[in-house]
Nanobody, 120 residues
């Protein structure tokens, strides 16, 4: 069993930044972030394979988001810069499959989610 706890959500103006954190109860090499906006399907935002040093980002992010890992603390971060209203949604941390040829595939464990709102 793996417990994931997100933090760091909140409200920000367009152009602002937030950093989300996901603390895991044990080390899992492949972790990712997903988001779901109101009325839209969930989408994979970013993923990290710590053992192989690989990262994944959704094409639409255009370098605005960065996923990173503090391996010693079993914590995964999502730094979000130049945020836009379309980034609004619930953000979830999850375990993921370590192959992402067709996008991020969630694993068995999810956090409770954290709300992010981008609005002026």
């Amino acid at each position: 069993q793996v417990r994931l706890v997100e933090s760091g959500g909140g409200s920000v103006q367009p152009g602002g930044s937030l950093r989300l954190s996901c603390a895991a109860s044990k080390y899992i090499a492949c972790m990712g972030w997903f988001r779901q906006a109101p009325g839209k399907e969930r989408e994979g935002v970013a993923g990290i394979d710590t053992d192989r040093g690989r990262t994944y980002y959704h094409d639409s992010l255009k370098g605005r988001f960065t996923i990173s890992r503090d391996k010693a603390e079993n914590t995964v971060y999502l730094q979000m810069n130049n945020m836009q209203p379309e980034d609004t949604g619930n953000y979830y941390c999850a375990t993921i499959a370590c192959q992402w040829h067709y996008g991020l595939q969630p694993g068995n464990y999810w956090g409770q989610g954290t709300q992010v709102t981008v609005s002026s």
